[in-house]
């Protein structure tokens, strides 16, 4: 398999209307992922080393969001939407080059299977022609029937054409088909538009290979593998599903998720053994978590890096850029943004962290937050080891706190603080005798007047 060339045509064209989005339908993400991005890993995973992706509505959105998760694909606009041949065509340029294994995919199926693609090429291998992917139903209807005979494929047939008899089969079709390279102009160029629509078939390959003499076959895959997105309710339920595959993953995998559909996982979420997930935790896209953190419960997490040991939350925020070393902890109800907290940190309660470095050791108090921006540009503030920063400080950057520092509570630090120096930044308290009843008596009597009038 390694030594055959193979080229993935993922046809993405479809208006999606159903979906009621300006957005074209493949681009809706499943797991922080766009569904197509989703069709393009699994071909990369099955050896497609080249991808050629079939676009019309949206084609400028689409061209710009494949730089992202298809780099090296090359894009082929179908100017009419004439059937799943015709779009297959549009690709010719690239299925021309003389690939070995063709594998023609849909934009809208994002739980494939690698292993489904890899079992056809590997009919392929064995001198198919023409290799389909099937599933099984106990409800077929809607969908089209695979005809076999003596264990060959011959013919794909839409419901609409079935016999009584054929409508009783339950072996369907996926969509999913893979063609010999050698083969596959010469059968597509060879399918008509003769029915009701008007519209190039794609399953009308089998039956043209079939007539040729051609070897002709069918793979099995589970149901999931062929399931399209139409709308917004199958985008939630195809969802549901990865979710539920990357859950048992991790599990299996020695993560301890308590609560395990309350959690939802990234497409790319790294995440080490031994660690404990508590309940409502959501993970974005570019969290690596190593092992042995305990990530407590309504826990938002995206972009960060988590080390060995760490402990986060509850309801904690940790954004794109927070760096998390060994034994770090970030608690309750604090953000933490573009910021590293060094070993054994300790950022516990209600406190903002942005543009950062704490020291570690350091011990961050209760409403502290880190003033990182003046409404034009970013500042960084740098707090070193082992310092001490009192509830409810801010401290204003650009600032540096060094080695064992103290802040006394309550203060706002515009200028950088020595190593072991202490600082405040707070007015002396007066207590005026009497002054609160004055106050009160006068706040009073002006709401008085106030409704009054």
Not at 5 to 14: E, M, P, Q, T
Not at 162 to 182: H, P, Q, R, V, W
Request: glycine letters at 12%; one cysteine or more; a neutral charge.
């Amino acid at each position: 398999m390694s030594q055959r060339s193979c080229l993935s045509v993922i046809l993405a064209a479809g208006e999606g209307t159903r979906m009621k989005s300006a957005l074209p339908k493949v681009l809706h993400k499943i797991a922080g992922l766009p569904m197509v991005a989703h069709v393009v890993k699994a071909a990369e995973a099955a050896g497609a080393g080249d991808q050629a992706l079939v676009i019309g509505h949206g084609a400028e959105e689409m061209r710009k969001a494949a730089q992202k998760f298809a780099p090296k694909a090359e894009s082929f606009v179908q100017e009419k939407r004439l059937g799943t041949a015709h779009a297959v065509l549009a690709a010719r340029d690239a299925i021309s080059r003389g690939y070995d294994d063709i594998l023609v995919m849909f934009g809208d199926t994002p739980l494939i299977d690698p292993e489904a693609l890899i079992a056809a090429r590997l009919n392929l291998a064995k001198g198919a022609a023409v290799v389909v992917v099937g599933f099984r139903t106990s409800n077929p209807s809607g969908y089209g029937r695979l005809i076999e005979k003596a264990g060959k494929l011959v013919a794909i047939r839409e419901e609409k054409d079935c016999t009584d008899e054929e409508k009783k089969i339950t072996f369907c079709n996926s969509g999913l088909m893979a063609i010999a390279g050698k083969h596959a102009l010469k059968l597509l160029d060879q399918v008509g538009h003769k029915n009701a629509k008007g519209e190039y078939y794609l399953t009308d390959v089998v039956e043209i290979a079939v007539g040729q003499g051609l070897d002709v076959s069918a793979t099995e895959a589970s149901f999931e593998n062929a399931l399209g997105i139409n709308n917004r309710a199958e985008l939630a339920g195809a969802e549901g599903i990865w979710q539920t595959r990357r859950r048992r993953e991790a599990m299996l995998s020695g993560v301890t998720l308590i609560s395990p559909e309350t959690v939802f996982f990234s497409h790319d979420t790294e995440i080490g053994a031994d660690t404990i997930v508590e309940p409502n935790v959501w993970f974005g896209p570019g969290v690596k978590i190593a092992e042995g953190a305990n990530i407590h419960a309504f826990s938002h997490i995206e972009g960060a890096t988590i080390a060995s040991n760490c402990d986060v939350g509850p309801f904690a925020r940790l954004r794109p850029g927070a760096d998390l070393k060994q034994k770090a902890k970030v608690g309750n109800f604090c953000e933490v943004k573009q910021a590293t907290i060094e070993e054994g940190a300790k950022v516990n309660h209600l406190t903002y962290i942005g543009d950062a470095r704490i020291g570690a050791g350091a011990n961050i108090g209760a409403g502290t937050i880190t003033c990182n921006y003046d409404g034009y540009s970013k500042f960084f503030t740098d707090i070193g080891e082992g310092a001490f920063i009192g509830s409810n400080s801010s401290l204003v950057a650009p600032v540096t706190i060094g080695k064992g520092g103290y802040i006394a509570s309550g203060s706002v630090i515009t200028e950088s603080v020595p190593e072991d120096a202490l600082a405040f930044g707070r007015a002396r308290q007066r207590t005026l005798a009497g002054k609160g009843k004055e106050m009160r008596e006068r706040f009073a009597s002006a709401a008085a007047a106030r409704k009054k009038g």
